[in-house]
């Protein structure tokens, strides 16, 4: 009464178990992320943390405008 089984099927079952297991991954691998990206739950930086003007060209920006009448930010 023992009946044996085609080697064929163990291929197909065990192929079957391959493909369900990297579709499983391959879908959790592509889904977004819940958490939020590094950095983003900071308050955003003030203006000086992106690379913005030192002291010194804000000085030079402040004389220029004040020597050359009709310069941008001149009274």
Same mark, same amino acid.
């Given at each position: 009464m023992k009946k044996d089984i !085609?080697?064929?099927v163990i291929i197909a079952v065990? /192929?079957?178990? /391959?493909?369900? /297991?990297? %579709?499983i991954g391959?879908?959790?691998? #592509?889904?977004? !992320? /819940?958490?939020?990206a590094p950095g983003a739950s900071k308050a955003p930086a %003030?203006?000086?943390?992106? %690379? %913005?003007? $030192?002291?010194?060209?804000?000085?030079? #920006? $402040?004389?220029?405008n004040r020597t050359h009448p009709g310069a941008a930010g001149s009274r």
């Amino acid at each position: 009464m023992k009946k044996d089984i !085609s080697p064929a099927v163990i291929i197909a079952v065990i /192929v079957g178990i /391959v493909l369900i /297991v990297a %579709g499983i991954g391959f879908y959790v691998w #592509r889904a977004p !992320s /819940v958490t939020a990206a590094p950095g983003a739950s900071k308050a955003p930086a %003030g203006p000086r943390a992106g %690379g %913005g003007p $030192d002291a010194e060209a804000l000085k030079k #920006r $402040d004389e220029y405008n004040r020597t050359h009448p009709g310069a941008a930010g001149s009274r």
